[in-house]
């Protein structure tokens, strides 16, 4: 297991990763452990879509309430090919991790896969987001690759976004996520590797239907037994300077908030910084988390146009 310092520095791009006409020079071993692990990240993405693409026809689409046609299909397949591309352990001289991906509750029916997608996407562009001041000086190259692939993760968020009839863009800035809290959220798919990652407790949201203004919260997480009246949740998305903070069970979505966000359950009522080396410094008072939800409190035309649009195609 490497040390969580090392990590600090190799992780942050395992979700997404640097393609492999920009990795093509010599790179140390640091940056070599970074590609084989966004490799695997890469591949659950890869073939999530491809299970998708599989398993949902346009009348599936239809049933569901979205465009109908190849509208859907057409853009998923595009961002399936993207994912594929964006393949880095060949010529980089990492060897791939053999793992196993732990899809099937993602796949349920089409509006489980599309929520999912909206999901996997916005930890892509979270995890970037992260990395940024944390790649090694001598690999500014692969710090250059790296903005060329989360400006497409990012679009590829916004076309979930608009096809779950949510806002395609929603806070003025991104949400950056620590290494340890992008294997807290992507960890559970993955399986039968070791990804050498460190993972705070799981946290799952339970709730059903929209997140919204008003939404009380309700989680399941195995740190959730015995006492938790002392605990606190907070909630956190790219246009905060910190968190949220309200007693666990009073967790409710406060107005003014809208689109992705992290959610913590902490020990303590200090709340956690958007700067990503400050709140790697209170990982000690997280009892679990994060788990990533979309708040969607505002009404967007352009998503109801286009939803509106394909089903009269029908």
């Known amino acids: 297991m490497l040390f969580f310092q090392f990590l600090a520095v190799l992780v942050p791009l395992a979700v997404s990763a640097v393609p492999v006409r920009r990795a093509s020079v010599q790179v140390g071993p640091g940056t070599l452990v970074v590609l084989q692990l966004a490799n695997v990240l890469e591949n659950l993405e890869t073939l999530f879509y491809q299970q998708v693409l599989a398993k949902f026809k346009a009348a599936d689409y ?25 393949q880095v352990i060949k010529g980089s001289g990492a060897i791939p991790l053999e793992c196993q991906f732990n899809l099937g509750n993602l796949l349920t ?162 709340p956690l910084s958007n700067d990503i080396l400050t709140r790697q410094n209170q990982n000690n008072t997280i009892v679990a988390g994060p788990t990533l939800t979309f708040i969607d409190s505002v009404r967007d035309e352009l998503a109801e146009l286009v939803t509106h649009a394909g089903q009269k195609q029908t």
């Open 109 to 270: 029916d089409v509006k489980t896969a599309m929520n999912a997608a909206r999901l996997l996407e916005e930890v892509g562009v979270s995890a970037y987001t992260g990395a940024v001041n944390l790649i090694d000086s001598q690999d500014a190259n692969i710090l250059v690759a790296a903005a060329t692939i989360v400006t497409i993760e990012s679009r590829h968020q916004t076309i979930f976004n608009i096809l779950n009839g949510h806002v395609p863009s929603s806070q003025h800035f991104d949400l950056p996520l620590l290494p340890t809290e992008v294997v807290t959220v992507a960890g559970p798919l993955i399986s039968g590797c070791d990804l050498g990652i460190p993972s705070n407790t799981p946290l799952a949201l339970t709730n059903n239907g929209t997140i919204t203004t008003g939404t009380l919260l309700q989680f399941s997480s195995p740190a959730l037994t015995g006492d938790t009246s002392k605990l606190l949740c907070q909630i956190l998305t790219g246009d905060q300077n910190s968190t949220v903070v309200l007693p666990l069970d009073k967790c409710i979505i406060p107005p003014a908030l809208d689109g992705p966000a992290a959610v913590f359950i902490t020990n303590t009522s200090v």
């Open 62 to 86: 239809v049933a569901d309430g979205f465009p109908s046609g190849p509208f859907v299909t057409d853009e998923i397949t595009r961002v399936e090919n993207d994912e594929a591309i964006h």
